[in-house]
């Protein structure tokens, strides 16, 4: 449980735990995490790795990942990032704070960007998962959101 949430923190869905709904939200990403790694259990070593906001170089982390970003419906059956899923789950879940939510939207304008992004795996959506996780974890700061770790 304990490594379950440290993966989850550090997925950091990124500073999407505050606010009013913090423990909500929290709540709902450590259960979508709990049943991933359940389907795609990963070694202790990666989950660390994931902890320092690397990406594991094992394909069935980075499935994880995916897996997690697909329940959440961040990501589509194609495996693509669902951009307009996104801003619908920031308008429904929260932000009672506007500048945080700004930031979001502007985290979002930048790492749609892996969309674009050729991957050998397609609808499996692996390594774009991956891809989404690096890019919110290296811009997260950049837009002023703090990684909840
Ligand atoms: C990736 O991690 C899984 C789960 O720990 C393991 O079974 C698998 O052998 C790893 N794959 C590689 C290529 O290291």
Request: aromatic share 6%; charged share 30%.
């Amino acid at each position: 449980m304990f490594m379950v949430l440290k993966l989850l923190l550090c997925l950091c869905l990124v500073g999407l735990s505050y606010a009013k709904s913090e423990a909500e939200i929290r709540n709902y990403f450590i259960g979508i995490a709990l049943e991933c790694n359940k389907e795609t259990p990963i070694s202790a070593e990666d989950m660390m790795t994931l902890h320092q906001h690397k990406i594991p170089d094992n394909e069935t982390a980075k499935c994880l990942l995916a897996c997690v970003f697909r329940k959440a419906k961040w990501m589509d059956a194609k495996g693509m990032f669902d951009v307009d899923a996104v801003h619908g789950f920031l308008e429904k879940e929260h932000f009672d704070d506007a500048t945080k939510q700004e930031s979001s939207k502007k985290l979002i304008e930048i790492c749609k960007k892996v969309n674009e992004e050729t991957v050998s795996d397609g609808e499996k959506g692996c390594q774009r998962g991956a891809l989404l996780t690096m890019c919110l974890t290296e811009n997260a700061p950049k837009v002023g959101l703090n990684l909840v770790v």
